[in-house]
């Protein structure tokens, strides 16, 4: 049974960070592209980041683009270290893989495999 589980979300004041950790099991996910993505209540679900599965490429919304960074910890495994955050990024927060992707991609459909998510609250 593939399983996502992300772990590290929490209650933060603006200005803060968060660091956000996925482990995925149930398959080989070496050749996966591995994303973020966040729902905000009342919103659709948007992109976040995304890293290649070599580690070496990847892809970040523009609202999170220097503050966020995205990292493959292992084949298994990513992370999304979040600093400056901002109360616009509260969220539900989501792991996906991509399975042998070719690119980095921010389009969701893409996405077979998720986790089911983990809150990051900022406040003002």
């Known amino acids: 049974q593939v399983q996502l589980v992300e772990s590290g979300g929490g209650s933060v004041q603006a200005g803060g960070s968060l660091r956000l950790s996925c482990v995925a099991s149930?398959?080989?996910?070496?050749?996966?592209?591995m994303g973020w993505f966040r729902q905000a209540p009342g919103k659709e679900r948007e992109f976040v980041a995304a890293?290649?599965?070599?580690?070496?490429?990847t892809r970040y919304a523009d609202s999170v683009k220097g503050r966020f960074t995205i990292s493959r910890d292992s084949s298994n495994a990513v992370s999304l270290q979040m600093n400056s955050l901002k109360p616009e990024d509260t969220a539900v927060y989501y792991c996906?893989?991509?399975?042998?992707?070719?690119?980095?991609?921010?389009?969701?459909?893409?996405?077979?495999?998720w986790g089911q998510g983990t809150q990051v609250t900022v406040s003002s």
């Open positions: 996906a893989a991509d399975p042998d992707s070719t690119t980095v991609s921010s389009r969701s459909e893409w996405y077979d495999y």
């Open positions: 149930g398959r080989t996910f070496s050749s996966d592209t």
């Open positions: 890293v290649f599965w070599t580690g070496g490429s």
